[in-house]
């Protein structure tokens, strides 16, 4: 059924549910593997001014994401990848699903205000419109 699945972290509870899912969709199909992705969300006005390489992030908040997302799913190790991409959330796990030939994106479906809804956009709401493989919301 879904041999290559894109989880998306971000370390919220809703994150650690779709880890969870995407561990027992994992379970269901021989040689199956997942792929954790983590995006740091840098403001595009502080790309320009950061200076910071992308491993010393990693070992500091994406590395506990990662770490505490793999944990949550319980799987052995040759089924489990992580990627770490800094960015907009919604924009990258759109590009990495198309760039690899990924079966599903399973992520969180976390709330946002009404208000910041209608002005920004929920990051699953905009991958659901936007990705071309299918998308699992998990509350």
């Known amino acids: 059924m879904y041999r290559r699945i894109l989880l998306a972290a971000d370390g919220s ?34 790309l320009p001014a950061w200076d910071t390489p992308i491993d010393l992030m990693v070992r500091g908040t994406a590395r506990e994401v990662i770490d505490s997302t793999i944990k949550a799913m319980g799987l052995a190790p040759e089924q489990v990848h992580a990627e770490v991409q800094m960015g907009d959330p919604a924009t990258e796990i759109v590009q990495m699903a198309s760039t690899a030939p990924f079966d599903v994106i399973v992520m969180g479906s976390r709330g946002l205000s009404p208000l910041k809804e209608i002005l920004l956009g929920g990051v699953s709401h905009r991958v659901v419109n936007t990705a071309t493989c299918p998308v699992l919301l998990v509350r």
């Open 13 to 46: 509870p809703s994150s650690l549910k779709a880890a969870e899912t995407a561990a027992t969709l994992a379970r269901l199909t021989p040689d199956s593997s997942v792929t954790v992705f983590h995006v740091l969300h840098v403001p595009m006005v502080l």
